[in-house]
């Protein structure tokens, strides 16, 4: 149904394909669709990853290394 249409998403997915060529309308308009979903269902994803992470299991990790790289270090101390 058009009421669930997030226009969020369209105006993301017109703002990456770019400017409108004139006439390129068809071409463009089918750009911007294709985007439109491909971020309807990167979100979709997200969200599932997000509540996956959420849902799961915490633990405690210990670290046993720490490691600074030379390039790193901002001031050499003696």
């Known amino acids: 149904m058009i009421e669930d249409v997030d226009y ?3 105006i ?3 703002q990456a ?3 409108c060529p004139l ?3 068809p071409a463009w308009g089918r750009r911007v669709h294709a985007l439109t979903v491909d971020l ?3 979100a979709q994803q997200a969200a599932q990853d997000i509540d996956r ?3 799961a299991s915490r633990f405690v990790a ?3 290394n720490v490691e600074i790289e030379e390039s790193s270090r901002c001031c050499h101390v003696d």
């Open 62 to 64: 210990f670290l046993e």
């Open 8 to 10: 969020s998403l369209v």
């Open 40 to 42: 309807h269902l990167i």
């Open 17 to 19: 394909a770019g400017p």
């Open 23 to 25: 006439g390129e309308e």
């Open 12 to 14: 993301a997915a017109a």
């Open 53 to 55: 992470l959420e849902s």
